[in-house]
């Protein structure tokens, strides 16, 4: 009886291990690997250009970026306008990036968003969400909200 106990217990143990292990696997690969701090685009009255800057944390296994554009906002109507911009932060500072739209047109709103491209290409590129500018307006930017990270609160008693 005991042989029999302490079989389903280790069996139990391995299947808890691997859901732990998948679970683990499927975690890292859907989220980011950038602690993404802000995203904003800006425009200056009177001025077509839109001015895209984007600050991380820190970067871990990414190429770098693509930023896009689209005129509706909508998740299939984005294309890549700047140029691809490499990484150059790493896992403990990140860095921060800009890239100038000179291919806009004056009193026309604009949706813009950040692709992650991956150093490994068995993963897919993550998109973040979009900030929304009208180029030749003054605009106070729209900032990403920062990625929060919830800690446990640990008591110690005495």
């Known amino acids: 009886m005991l042989q029999r ?3 389903w217990v280790g069996l139990g143990l391995l299947l808890t291990l691997s859901a732990f292990t998948m679970l683990g696997e499927w975690i890292s690969s859907a989220h980011a690997n950038v602690t993404l701090v802000s995203f904003t685009a800006t425009s200056l009255n009177g001025q077509p250009e839109v001015f895209v800057k984007w600050e991380t944390a820190t970067e871990i296994a990414i190429a770098g970026f693509y930023v896009q554009r ?16 490499p990484a150059q932060g790493d896992s403990v500072t990140g860095a921060l990036y800009d890239w100038l739209d ?15 491209i991956p150093s ?27 990625v929060l990270i919830y800690l446990p609160i640990v008591f110690r008693s005495k």
Do not use: C, M
């Open 5 to 7: 106990k302490s079989a």
């Open 120 to 146: 490994d290409a068995s993963h897919v590129p993550i998109v973040y969400a979009p900030v929304w500018v009208v180029a030749g307006l003054a605009s106070t930017p729209t900032p990403t909200p920062p």
């Open 70 to 85: 689209s005129l509706t906002g909508q998740a299939n109507s984005y294309t890549n306008v700047s140029p691809f911009q």
């Open 102 to 116: 000179d291919t806009t047109t004056l009193n026309t709103p604009y949706y813009y968003r950040l692709e992650e």
